[in-house]
């Protein structure tokens, strides 16, 4: 499975290439199996496995082996990893960071990237995003979306901009905002519209 170099950053092989190199090197000191990471990552095992053997060659890739288990870590060590981390969490790391900090949010049932970095992200070409725009739907405060934003503004050094909406106001079809978000690029970090009672 082949995917052309991704217009958020053309500089690597593949997106998939990007998201497992992006998922190593912002956890640093975590180990993943070759089928965690191909699972994760949304490619078959084998091209997972080509993926990390060349990582591994280049040494940015550390590889540890139990039984017939393959643990892969980022190499820390490596000169390249203090600036490839700094890339890869400017441009791949939003949707991880996002996820990760909106899970505390109670009541979210939901949370979503749309607008310029969701573009990028989905291959349309344009200038790298300034900010990440994040939807929240559900029964919860405006108070601990901003926290949750505020906290992915630190590790990503860019602006998070967070919209709190009700179920109620996301099913609305005559709500402008709501169309807006709903006709241009959105990827759901968390839950999805499936799960909103359509």
């Given at each position: 499975m082949r995917s052309e170099a991704p217009a958020l950053l053309p500089l690597f092989r593949s997106r998939h290439q990007a998201e497992a190199l992006t998922l190593l090197f912002l956890h640093p000191g975590q180990e993943f199996t070759l089928t965690e990471l191909a699972t994760r990552v949304g490619v078959p095992l084998t091209t997972a496995q080509r993926e990390m053997?060349?990582?591994?060659?280049?040494?940015?890739?550390?590889?540890?082996?139990?039984?017939?288990?393959?643990l892969l870590s980022a190499n820390a060590e490596n000169r390249y990893a203090r600036p490839l981390t700094e890339m890869l969490m400017l441009t791949f790391g939003p949707h991880v960071v996002i996820a990760e900090e909106f899970a505390l949010i109670e009541g979210?049932?939901?949370?979503?990237?749309?607008?310029?970095?969701?573009?990028?992200?989905?291959?349309?070409p344009g200038p790298p995003p300034r900010d990440i725009d994040v939807i929240v739907i559900g029964a919860t405060g405006r108070g601990p979306a901003y926290q949750a934003a505020e906290r992915a503004e630190r590790k990503l050094t860019m602006r998070v901009n967070p919209v709190v909406v009700s179920h109620e106001r996301w099913q609305s079809a005559s709500d402008p905002l709501i169309q807006q978000i709903r006709s241009s690029a959105l990827l759901w970090v968390i839950g999805d519209e499936g799960g909103l009672g359509q």
């Open positions: 053997s060349r990582l591994v060659e280049s040494d940015l890739v550390r590889e540890r082996r139990i039984g017939r288990a393959r979210a049932t939901a949370v979503g990237i749309f607008g310029s970095w969701a573009a990028r992200y989905g291959g349309e």
